[in-house]
C-alpha cells in the first residue's frame, strides 16, 4: 500500500514521530480550547475566516483496487506557536489494515505547521513506515529568506515565495473559489525542490461515500513543467461544493494500479456546517 501516501500527500494527499501505535494523535481538542478558527489573510490582504480550523477531523477508507488496504485520519488537533507565529498543526496518519499489515505493514505519519494568519507552511515533517522501507524528513520553512532548511540532511535550499507543504496545500485550496473551468496555481515544496502546481476544476458531480452524499466539486492536480505527479499517475479529488471545500473522496491511478479514499466519518470545526 504504498500508494497511499500518493494520495494523502501528494495533494496539494500524522504528527511526528512521536505518535506511537495505540494513540489517536489526530484527536478533537478537549473542552474549553479556544479559539477554533483563527481569522486569516487572503491574497488580496483581506481577511476571512478559514472553513477549517481545531477540531476538524476527517476519517478515509483506503482501498487499493477492490482491496480494503487500511484508514487514514487527517485532521487540525490544536493551534501551536512556532517562532513566535501561532500555526494550526495538521496531522495526517495513515495505516495499513490488520490483513494487509501481515505482508505490508504500513504507517505513514505527516504533520504540517500552517501558519494561522498568513496561511503558509512554516514547518513539514513525515515519517514513513512501508514494508521494511523507513524514510524520515524535516523541513523548517524561512519565508524571510526564502530557504527551505532541511536539520536532518544539513542542507538549505530555495524556496519559492509563498510556498506550501504537500499537506497545507490542501488547506490552501479550500480557500479558494473553485469555479468549474478555472484554475488554482500553488507553490509548493517537498524533497529539496520547488514545484509549481496547478489545480484544475473540472466539473460538479455528486458523490456517495460512507459518510454520505455530496454534491462535489472535481479537481485535478497538475504540475506544471517536470515534477511529482509526471510519471506518477493521476489523482482526483471530490471537495464539497460549499464554502467549506472538504475533501470527501480521492482516487489516484498510478502504475502499480489504482488507490482510492472515500469520507467514512468526519467532526467539523466549531462553527462550520455543511450546505
Not at 509548493?188 to 476544476?201: K, Q
Not at 482526483?236 to 472515500?262: F, N, Q, Y
Amino acid at each position: 500500500m504504498p500508494a497511499v501516501t500518493t494520495v494523502l500527500l501528494l495533494f496539494l494527499a500524522a504528527s511526528t514521530c512521536s505518535a506511537q501505535g495505540g494513540e489517536d494523535p489526530v484527536s478533537a481538542p478537549s473542552a474549553g480550547s479556544s479559539p477554533s478558527r483563527v481569522a486569516a489573510l487572503t491574497q488580496d490582504g483581506t481577511p476571512a475566516v478559514p472553513p477549517f480550523g481545531v477540531g476538524e477531523r476527517l476519517t478515509f477508507e483506503i482501498g487499493y483496487g477492490f482491496i480494503d488496504a487500511g484508514t487514514a485520519v487527517l485532521g487540525i488537533p490544536e493551534l501551536v506557536e512556532h517562532e513566535g507565529r501561532s500555526c494550526y498543526r495538521v496531522l495526517s496518519v495513515a495505516e495499513s489494515n490488520a490483513f494487509i499489515s501481515t505482508f505490508f505493514p504500513v504507517r505513514d505519519v505527516a504533520e504540517s505547521y500552517l501558519d494561522a494568519r498568513d496561511l503558509i507552511s512554516r514547518r513539514f515533517e513525515k515519517s514513513l513506515r512501508e514494508g521494511d522501507y523507513r524514510a524520515h524528513d524535516l523541513i523548517e520553512f524561512d519565508h524571510d529568506r526564502q530557504v527551505a532548511v532541511y536539520p536532518d540532511r544539513k542542507e538549505v535550499v530555495p524556496l519559492a515565495a509563498e510556498a506550501q507543504d504537500i499537506l497545507s496545500s490542501l488547506y490552501t485550496v479550500r480557500m479558494e473559489d473553485l469555479e468549474v473551468g478555472a484554475s488554482v496555481f500553488i507553490e509548493n515544496h517537498a524533497d529539496r525542490r520547488n514545484y509549481p502546481l496547478e489545480i484544475l476544476v473540472l466539473r460538479k458531480e455528486r458523490v456517495s461515500v460512507p459518510a454520505g452524499r455530496f454534491d462535489c466539486v472535481v479537481v485535478e492536480p497538475r504540475m506544471r513543467g517536470a515534477g511529482l505527479f509526471s510519471h506518477k499517475g493521476r489523482l482526483w479529488v471530490w471537495l464539497t461544493d460549499d464554502e467549506l471545500h472538504l475533501p470527501v473522496m480521492m482516487r489516484s491511478k498510478v502504475i502499480i494500479g489504482s488507490v482510492s479514499a472515500e469520507l467514512s466519518a468526519y467532526t467539523l470545526a466549531d462553527g462550520a456546517s455543511i450546505e
